[in-house]
């Protein structure tokens, strides 16, 4: 491809998009086009990533799922661009982020399922990102997820249930998602 059919593409491409029509808080992803001796990156939009719901997805304890996968549409933002470069970091996180969600909003009975949840989560992440990182990559996480006065209050709330079941739990295989 000579310098000019790229250039030619690269103007095609901006007529096609309008900047103002572009949300800032569109999650971005490069990707290289090159030839033997140049490589451009072209920014490209990844749809497949929510939209932040801002302070509207403050107002509930739930929160916005919009793709109703437990996983809260600001967490699954800030783990798809954080840990965008490591899929099986990025996967655990989202099976925490769900485990801790369940334990917010209680939508599995009983309190040992989520204990269960919360556990074999927690291990997945430090299997895949290594005991350093998973416990800074947790931390994060959690002070992400209990952002509002109300999600942590409804998490301590039924953290005493959690914490009298844990010793029910035994020795079970852990599978990661």
Same mark, same amino acid.
Do not use: H, W
């Given at each position: 491809?000579?310098?000019? #059919? +790229?250039?030619?593409?690269? /103007?095609?491409? $901006?007529?096609? %998009? ?7 808080? &569109? ?64 996967? #655990? +996180?989202?099976?925490?982020? /769900?485990?801790? $969600?369940?334990? %917010? ?7 040992? &399922? ?19 990182a998973a416990e800074k ?41």
């Amino acid at each position: 491809m000579t310098l000019f #059919s +790229l250039v030619s593409v690269c /103007a095609q491409a $901006q007529e096609l %998009i309008n900047p103002s029509d572009v949300y800032q808080g &569109d999650p971005v992803k490069f990707i290289p086009i090159s030839n033997s001796s140049i490589t451009f990156f072209v920014p490209v939009f990844d749809d497949s990533i929510p939209q932040d719901p801002g302070e509207e997805g403050k107002a509930t304890v739930a929160g916005i799922d919009s793709d109703n996968d437990g996983v809260r549409d600001d967490i699954e933002r800030y783990i798809s661009l954080a840990y965008d470069s490591d899929p099986a970091v990025r996967d #655990s +996180l989202y099976q925490f982020a /769900a485990a801790q $969600q369940s334990a %917010i909003i209680r939508t599995v009975e009983p309190a040992q &399922d989520i204990n269960l949840m919360l556990i074999k989560a927690r291990s997945c992440v430090t299997i895949s990102a290594g005991e350093q990182a998973a416990e800074k990559a947790i931390v994060d996480l959690i002070s992400k997820t209990l952002n509002t006065y109300k999600r942590s209050k409804a998490y301590a709330a039924n953290l005493e249930t959690y914490l009298s079941n844990i010793n029910e739990m035994g020795g079970r295989n852990i599978q990661c998602n």
